[in-house]
């Protein structure tokens, strides 16, 4: 029976967050289009999967093994996912818009002739017309765009962070279906050379309950290990502005925003930002926003809870010290 089918991605030996968060929709969604939710798991080897997709919801869990799928490879997961796509007859497909998501389905659609949607945050079924609808930001987040595809076939990729995973239930089962892909390696019109894996220490920052984040307003990268220091007392990851990881002074995975990563902190505390919409598209997720800055007419104030009109650097050095008295860390 054709229904959601979720492409299952892992981190560190498990699921990824977006997988949990995706699966978690797809099971809300489930009982109100009286559809099954799938999910779809490629690589080498990857029974050890399989067991924690049944315990987060998926009724049916398509595995693809084959030693070309070791490692992400746009050519390969394609060809395999498209012949996932052949058995499943899915009517949605739903991947997480990291940077596999955002190769793949495109990619996908044109194979299905589907619908695509990128980036969408929320996902449901509009009751008038039967139909799933996407939302997602558009006019760089100054509107929100409700979509809702025409084709009977959708692929869409999430911009996630909002929805918390539901735990697993333990035991759960459902049916595992092993998809004998055919892969040739002649087909692969791209090889892999080498991969460099990005150095990350501390708290990865789509999932910290603290963020310290700096903008152009830090005035370079040295002002940045203050920020790190901060971050590191108070159990949280550094982000960055564009404005920021442009100029060099950080690593381009640090930016927050719109073409960023979103992030839903407890806490969120930007220093030298001035609240352009492209950023605040990342962070209204946030449960309090703390801003410093020079400027009062500084749009990043409309957003905040707490403002401080000041040097960041004397606000950070102060905070900095206080916290460590605090912590002892
Ligand atoms: C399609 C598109 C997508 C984009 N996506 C993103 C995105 O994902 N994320 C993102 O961040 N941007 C994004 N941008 C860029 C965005 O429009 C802004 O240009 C950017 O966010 C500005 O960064 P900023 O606030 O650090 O710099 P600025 O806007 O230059 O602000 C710097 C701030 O620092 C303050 N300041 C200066 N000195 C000090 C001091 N000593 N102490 C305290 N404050 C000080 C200033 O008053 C100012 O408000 C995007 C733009 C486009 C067109």
């Not at 918390?164 to 055919?182: K, L, N, Q, S, W």
Request: proline residues 4%; contains cysteine.
């Amino acid at each position: 029976m054709p229904g959601i089918l979720v492409v299952a991605t892992t981190k560190d030996g498990g699921l990824s967050r977006d997988t949990l968060e995706l699966l978690t929709g797809a099971s809300r969604l489930k009982a109100k289009l009286a559809q099954p939710a799938a999910a779809a798991i490629l690589g080498a080897e990857v029974g050890s999967y399989v067991p924690s997709l049944f315990a987060h919801g998926a009724d049916q869990v398509y595995r693809a093994e084959h030693p070309l799928l070791e490692g992400y490879q746009g050519d390969a997961y394609a060809l395999a996912l498209h012949q996932i796509c052949e058995r499943a007859q899915p009517t949605v497909v739903l991947l997480s818009g990291d940077v596999v998501g955002r190769e793949l389905g495109p990619r996908l659609a044109y194979r299905l002739q589907a619908a695509f949607v990128g980036e969408f945050i929320d996902f449901d079924l509009d009751q008038a017309s039967g139909r799933l609808q996407f939302t997602r930001s558009a006019y760089g987040g100054k509107a929100m765009a409700v979509i809702q595809p025409r084709e009977n076939v959708i692929v869409a990729t999430a911009k996630l962070r909002t929805l918390e995973p539901a735990a697993p239930e333990e035991g759960r089962t459902g049916e595992e279906i092993r998809i004998d892909v055919a892969l040739d390696a002649a087909q692969l019109k791209t090889h892999l050379i080498q991969r460099v894996q990005e150095e990350t220490t501390g708290i990865n920052l789509g999932d910290a309950r603290v963020v310290v984040s700096g903008g152009r307003g830090i005035h370079g990268p040295e002002g940045f290990k203050l920020l790190e220091d901060l971050a590191r007392i108070l159990r949280g990851a550094v982000g960055a502005s564009r404005a920021a990881t442009d100029a060099g002074w950080v690593p381009s995975s640090w930016q927050v925003g719109q073409t960023g990563r979103t992030v839903n902190p407890d806490l969120y505390l930007a220093f030298g930002i001035s609240g352009a919409t492209q950023h605040v598209a990342g962070i209204s997720g946030s449960k309090w926003i703390v801003a410093v800055n020079t400027d009062p007419a500084a749009p990043i104030f409309k957003v905040a809870q707490l403002g401080i009109v000041d040097d960041w650097k004397a606000v950070a050095t102060h905070l900095t010290r206080h916290c460590k008295e605090l912590t002892g860390r």
